[in-house]
């Protein structure tokens, strides 16, 4: 069994980190935390990460989208990155790697004003569904308990 | 293939965040509305008004860029709700 450990501080989100690996965009090994929510289909990361990572934003998002992503507030576009894989930390100090066939790059819509432009800078990268079903998931206090 | 060397950046990148989650209140306080990078488990805290000008910041510092955690830190308090 492999073990991955969800954390959080009391009455918060609960998030885990990944090593991020696109090869064909020769990303390597660039750590991400993820919030953990299971309202996402999709692994999503933000332009900001996006912009972290390296990735020219100017070129993903002069393509077409690949969709659109909704949530309370609004909708914007959705990008995008295809060949991914995650690379967790198991509990024993063991590597455990997910490969996804794509993550979606969210493009922050243009915001209205100075409060809206604050609130997008705080939406954090999404571990979704796709990487989730994987495993059963338990609840501890402020630890969450990935295994498969 | 996963490097020993990654996983170790893994560990220290996860020490930073979870610096960070525990002393956002901190943080708060004292750099509301900049754009804010942990490092060694905050013995490190950068800070910009922007994020392109805090990763330039991050590059220039040594150590391992990579493994500082990076965030906004707002002044006022938002529920996120996903």
């Keep these: 069994m492999v073990r991955i450990l ?15 690996y696109c090869d064909h965009l020769g990303i390597s090994a ?14 999503i990361i933000t332009e900001n990460t996006a912009r972290r990572l390296g990735i020219d934003l100017t070129k993903l998002f002069s393509m077409k989208p690949d969709g659109h ?3 309370i507030g609004g909708s914007t576009d959705a990008f995008r990155l295809s060949n991914i894989r995650l690379v967790f930390s198991g509990t024993d100090g063991s590597s455990v790697e997910e490969n996804l066939q794509f993550v979606l790059v969210m493009k922050f819509p243009k915001p209205r004003d100075e409060e809206e432009r604050k609130a997008l ?18 609840f501890e206090k402020n630890f969450m308990y990935l295994d498969k | ?15 930073n965040i979870k610096w960070l989650l525990e ?58 709700v996903v």
């Design chain 1, 6 to 20: 969800g954390f959080a501080i009391p009455g918060q989100h609960l998030y885990a980190t990944a090593l991020f």
């Design chain 1, 30 to 43: 660039a750590p991400i935390r993820f919030l953990l929510d299971t309202g996402s289909v999709r692994t």
């Design chain 1, 69 to 71: 992503m909704s949530g």
């Design chain 1, 121 to 138: 800078e705080l939406i954090p990268d999404l571990l979704g569904l796709d990487v989730m079903k994987r495993y059963s998931f338990s």
């Design chain 2, 1 to 15: 293939m996963v490097e020993k060397s990654d996983l170790k950046r893994l560990n220290q990148y996860t020490e």
């Design chain 2, 23 to 80: 002393n956002t209140e901190n943080l708060r306080q004292k750099l509301p509305d900049r754009y804010v990078a942990v490092c060694e488990a905050g013995k490190r805290v950068l800070d910009a008004p922007s994020l392109d000008e805090l990763l330039g910041k991050v590059q220039m510092s040594g150590g391992d860029p990579e493994a500082c955690a990076i965030d906004f830190i707002s002044r006022e308090v938002y529920s996120l």
